[in-house]
């Protein structure tokens, strides 16, 4: 656990990507064999849940420090996090016992499960007491699934490629699928997988950049193709061994949510994997995304769910073909493929093609992509046809052009502290515009796009205009204005505003802006009429 820790609060302390790689890579060498599978897991999202609620864990913790309930809420609205505010009022232990390795420690923890209350507090407790100041830390964080850190699954990718002498693309692709750190081991899983081993496991899927300058910079245009950026669930639709398998790009198995496209596993091939989008479709036309999130997240897939928000998947790009892995295949021999594959398929409203468009000149693609709202996309693909199906976000043969963001100016009214290297530091922020009876009504919240000098000078303002505190969140006096970019709009019953926003950042600080001059609802509305 003490390797581990220090790993931890490593990581957490630079913002540097080698320093992140070679953390994760002296990790990955010297760790004992049984903890490499569980800090595997945690990095790539597999955390097994344990119910311990975080009020008595409050609690328990105030009672050993003995300090009164108001005490520790202050500390916690100070530090900004539970775990860590946990972690630095209990009193120090001196006399450690020997040492639990982190594999041991998550066996500890799985007995909380069938535990009762008072069981639990006495697990909790006894763990506290036979760890240091940062194990509680890291040990709190593993409680309470509030495991987060600046590490992506491409930096472990490369830490492990690096420390095992194999192909990030192997890597990437052993990780992927359905597996779980208590039925594995690091080295079944890493060291003497075969690509092959599992009939269900998808292809790490290739991600594009956003567009960098002209288009003319990316040369003769008849080197690109273009297709319509389509807004759903990035997906692979698998079928092997007379089995169909859905897994999305967030690495989750999605079969059983989408019983239409199970027809996939009578019309396409054995040894076929397809790359594409799971979109809401009728009518011969993709919906709104809006439509589509009446589905995710669900449990149960109802009949009424299937009628309102019928689902299709179209097809971009194939990476299986007749059971070859054929992604070093140039794109536009992939796009053949995938045609020929189509058109040997008898034509349904399930299983569609992802239409390339027809352009001249960058400027007739400049002037088509103005029409991407109307046909219900965010922009355009641009892929190099002669381009590999590559593992991962990386330039050059794939680009993503989207459309500029829906945008509002708003006012900052509500903030709250943000996590790791700015836990100290109020960047989670709450907007609002004015409504008919000069009330600020709040419609999003928003952490990104200040710079870091930015951050700071708000954070000064916050620390000098609160008005009110609601545990970790502050009211602020309304005066500062900022610009609010969003993806996407719909009515929402859920939301005070009765609006609801899709991906919302923060486009610039309106300082040239008085408070009164920020947008209405009225504004928000007028563009979800336009854009419904």
Not at 141 to 156: A, C, D, E, N
Not at 203 to 231: N, Q, R, S, V
Not at 432 to 443: M, N, Q, R, S
Request: aromatic share 10%.
């Amino acid at each position: 656990m003490k390797l581990f820790s220090e790993l931890f609060l490593n990581l957490d302390r630079t913002n540097k990507t080698n320093d992140k790689i070679e953390l994760l890579k002296e990790y990955f060498t010297i760790a004992p064999e049984e903890d490499k599978i569980w800090a595997l897991a945690l990095f790539t999202g597999r955390r097994p849940s344990f119910k311990v609620n975080s009020t008595q864990m409050q609690q328990w913790a105030a009672s050993i420090a003995q300090i009164p309930d108001w005490l520790f809420r202050e500390s916690y609205n100070s530090v900004g996090d539970l775990g860590e505010t946990i972690s630095l009022v209990l009193p120090q232990n001196e006399n450690l016992p020997a040492e639990r390795s982190l594999a041991q420690w998550f066996d500890y923890l799985n007995q909380l499960p069938s535990m009762s209350d008072e069981e639990k507090k006495n697990l909790v407790l006894n763990a506290w007491k036979e760890l240091s100041q940062h194990e509680i830390f890291v040990f709190n964080k593993l409680l309470m699934g509030s495991f987060r850190i600046g590490v992506s699954q491409t930096l472990v990718v490369r830490a492990i490629a690096e420390a095992t002498n194999l192909e990030p693309s192997i890597i990437a692709h052993r990780l992927m699928g359905k597996w779980l750190p208590s039925d594995t081991t690091f080295e079944n899983l890493i060291l003497k997988a075969d690509e092959n081993d599992n009939a269900s496991r998808p292809f790490p899927f290739y991600l594009a950049y956003a567009i960098e300058g002209d288009l003319a910079d990316l040369g003769p245009e008849h080197d690109w193709i273009a297709e319509w950026k389509w807004d759903g669930i990035r997906s692979q639709i698998i079928c092997r061994n007379n089995e169909l398998f859905i897994w999305t790009r967030g690495e989750e198995l999605a079969t059983d949510k989408f019983p239409e496209l199970h027809v996939l596993k009578s019309l396409l091939p054995d040894g076929t994997v397809l790359d594409g989008e799971i979109v809401t479709y009728r009518d011969g036309k993709p919906l709104p995304f809006n439509v589509l999130q009446t589905r995710i997240g669900r449990k149960n897939v109802t009949k009424s769910i299937l009628e309102s928000a019928p689902v299709a998947f179209i097809a971009y790009d194939i990476l299986e073909y007749n059971g070859e892995d054929i992604r070093n295949h140039p794109q536009l021999l992939r796009r053949n493929k995938l045609e020929l594959l189509y058109n040997q398929i008898p034509q349904n409203d399930i299983f569609k093609l992802s239409e390339l468009l027809i352009f001249n000149d960058w400027n007739e693609l400049k002037e088509l992509h103005t029409h991407s709202r109307e046909n219900v996309a965010e922009g355009f693909m641009l892929k190099n046809k002669h381009g590999s199906y590559q593992v991962g976000r990386k330039k050059g043969d794939w680009w993503k052009w989207k459309v500029d963001p829906l945008s509002i100016d708003a006012v900052l009214i509500y903030a709250q502290k943000g996590h790791g290297r700015r836990a100290e530091l109020f960047t989670d922020y709450t907007f609002a515009v004015w409504d008919a009876d000069d009330k600020l009504i709040p419609f999003a919240k928003a952490y990104s796009g200040l710079t870091d000098k930015e951050i700071a000078q708000v954070d000064h303002f916050i620390r000098n205009n609160t008005v009110e505190k609601f545990g970790p969140v502050r009211t602020v006096t309304p005066q500062l204005v900022f610009e609010i970019g969003f993806e996407g709009i719909n009515a929402s019953s859920r939301h005070k505003s009765g609006i609801a926003v899709r991906f919302p950042r923060i486009l610039r600080w309106r300082k040239d802006k008085p408070v009164k001059e920020a947008d209405s609802l009225q504004n928000l509305k007028g563009i979800l009429e336009t854009y419904k």
